[in-house]
C-alpha cells in the first residue's frame, strides 16, 4: 500500500499545478463573451509580467493592473466604484508612464482612454 501511496502522490501533485494554473497567455482566446468573462479569464492566465499601481491618491481610480505576455504591450485593468474597465495592447511605456504621472485620470483620459479599448 505505502508503495502506491508514493507513486500517487507526485502524480497528484502534478495533477493538481496543471488543473489549478492558468491558461497560458499566448494561447490566450481573445473572443470573450462578455466584459466579466474577459475579466475571468485575463486575471486567471499565466502573463510572464505583472505588476499594480499604488493608486491611493487619485479620487475615482481605486486599483490599477498591468498584465503581459512579452513585456512590449498589454491588458490594462482600470477598477473604478463602478466599474473595472479593460484595455487591450496598452505598450508598456503607457503603464510605467500612467505609474509615474502626477494625476492618474489625467493621464489616463488622455493617453489610454478611447485609444487601447477591449472592444467585445
Known sequence: ???????????????????????????????????????????????????????NKSSWIENAKYYSCDNKTGYLLLKTKSKTYIHKKVPIEKWNEFKKAES???YYNRNI????????
Open 1 to 55: 500500500m505505502r508503495k502506491n501511496i508514493k507513486h500517487i502522490i507526485p502524480f497528484l501533485l502534478i495533477l493538481f499545478s496543471t488543473s489549478c494554473s492558468g491558461q497560458d497567455c499566448k494561447t490566450l482566446n481573445e473572443n470573450f463573451a462578455n466584459y466579466e468573462n474577459a475579466l475571468k479569464v485575463i486575471k486567471s492566465a499565466d502573463f510572464s509580467f505583472s505588476d499594480n499601481c499604488n493608486t
Open 104 to 106: 492618474f485620470g489625467k
Open 113 to 120: 482612454k478611447s485609444r487601447f479599448q477591449l472592444v467585445l
